[in-house]
């Protein structure tokens, strides 16, 4: 064998991923709990983790009443359900939570300061093998691989709520991602379930770009009074095809997330189309953050 073969072999080699991965998750909040459920049931081994014990709790608990959930609507059996809740555990201590980790996707709040945090002490403890991935929807990649000792492993795995629905995950790749990292990202993605798509680190991505740009907009023709939310929503559900109008989808995904993204859009790119409108300020302020707290641009019951 020449050298070429053994160095290409050996390329091959690194990109394969366990029969059975090890993620860690890092927050159990609404898209670490979607996360969670899907890894479960693709026989993934998962570690949730949060820092407060209260919030993990939630997060273990919203996962199994995920699986019990799927029995009731006979999409998986009651065996599958119990399978796949054995396969996770919960944690308040991330060196233990990453220490056989070979896929770690950290999904908290969207501030730097906060990811950068954790990726530091991830790096720390993690094997030299993990991919270190963030779900993040608009911070920039190359910014929180910063803090690591080996950039080239991290990668924007951006997924979507619900995540057991949607069949996207946006692979991002920082300045130094490796195309290993990207190999077994998306193979990563595939035994999740979903397609990826692969995008450069620019400010938004691709999705958070398009979609934040479409929601916005809504957003003001409700204020304007041009329409309700619903016949908002409906022009494009039914004038377009898209299975769900840009406000409810802005309910589902949260308003403070669709905030914080705007935010970060108008700041870096310096345009007046990312200017978050009035509406969506007050009702941040008032609470209602959508499907999460019961009420945003519409009224949701309770979670069950």
Same mark, same amino acid.
């Given at each position: 064998?020449?050298?070429?073969?053994?160095?290409?072999?050996?390329?091959?080699?690194?990109?394969?991923?366990?029969?059975?991965?090890?993620?860690?998750?890092?927050?159990?909040?609404?898209?670490?709990?979607?996360?969670?459920?899907?890894?479960?049931?693709?026989?993934?081994?998962? !570690? &949730?983790?949060? #820092?407060? +014990?209260? $919030?993990?709790?939630?997060?273990? @608990?919203?996962?199994? /009443? =995920?699986?019990?959930?799927?029995?009731?609507?006979?999409?998986?059996?009651?065996?599958?359900?119990?399978?796949?809740?054995?396969?996770?555990?919960?944690?308040? !201590? &991330?060196?233990? #939570?990453? +220490?056989? $980790?070979?896929?770690?996707?950290? @999904?908290?709040?969207? /501030? =730097?300061?906060?990811?950068?945090?954790?990726?530091?002490?991830?790096?720390?403890?993690?094997?030299?093998?993990?991919?270190?991935?963030?779900?993040?929807?608009?911070?920039?990649?190359? #910014?929180? +691989?910063?803090?690591?000792?080996?950039?080239?492993?991290?990668?924007?795995?951006?997924?979507?709520?619900?995540?057991?629905?949607?069949?996207?995950?946006?692979?991002?790749?920082?300045?130094?991602?490796?195309?290993?990292?990207?190999?077994?990202?998306?193979?990563?993605?595939?035994?999740?379930?979903?397609?990826?798509?692969?995008?450069?680190?620019?400010?938004?991505?691709?999705?958070?770009?398009?979609?934040?740009?479409?929601?916005?907009?809504?957003?003001?023709?409700?204020?304007?009074?041009?329409?309700?939310?619903?016949?908002?929503?409906?022009?494009?559900?039914?004038?377009?095809?898209?299975?769900?109008?840009?406000?409810?989808?802005?309910?589902?995904?949260?308003?403070?997330?669709?905030?914080?993204?705007?935010?970060?859009?108008?700041?870096?790119?310096?345009?007046?189309?990312?200017?978050?409108?009035?509406?969506?300020?007050?009702?941040?302020?008032?609470?209602?953050?959508?499907?999460?707290?019961?009420?945003?641009?519409?009224?949701?019951?309770?979670?069950?």
């Amino acid at each position: 064998m020449t050298v070429h073969d053994q160095q290409k072999a050996s390329n091959t080699a690194s990109t394969e991923i366990p029969d059975t991965p090890h993620l860690t998750i890092l927050g159990a909040g609404t898209m670490g709990q979607g996360i969670a459920y899907v890894a479960v049931l693709a026989g993934f081994e998962v !570690t &949730l983790l949060d #820092a407060s +014990a209260d $919030a993990v709790g939630r997060g273990v @608990a919203r996962v199994d /009443q =995920l699986l019990i959930n799927g029995v009731s609507r006979g999409k998986i059996t009651t065996e599958q359900q119990m399978i796949a809740a054995s396969r996770l555990t919960s944690s308040t !201590t &991330l060196d233990r #939570a990453v +220490a056989e $980790a070979d896929l770690v996707v950290e @999904a908290v709040p969207e /501030q =730097l300061p906060l990811k950068q945090q954790l990726f530091t002490q991830l790096d720390a403890h993690a094997p030299s093998h993990t991919v270190f991935a963030t779900n993040t929807s608009s911070l920039s990649i190359s #910014a929180i +691989a910063s803090v690591v000792r080996s950039p080239e492993r991290v990668i924007g795995m951006h997924f979507f709520n619900p995540v057991h629905v949607m069949k996207l995950v946006e692979l991002v790749r920082g300045e130094q991602t490796s195309d290993d990292t990207v190999a077994r990202a998306r193979r990563y993605g595939e035994r999740l379930g979903k397609t990826a798509i692969v995008v450069r680190d620019t400010p938004g991505f691709a999705t958070s770009r398009l979609g934040i740009v479409l929601g916005l907009e809504a957003m003001r023709m409700l204020e304007q009074g041009v329409a309700s939310a619903e016949d908002i929503d409906r022009a494009m559900e039914l004038g377009y095809n898209h299975p769900i109008g840009p406000l409810k989808l802005t309910d589902v995904v949260g308003l403070d997330v669709r905030l914080a993204v705007a935010d970060h859009l108008h700041a870096t790119l310096h345009d007046a189309t990312y200017v978050a409108p009035a509406i969506l300020r007050r009702l941040v302020a008032e609470g209602k953050l959508g499907q999460k707290s019961g009420e945003g641009f519409y009224r949701w019951p309770a979670r069950t």
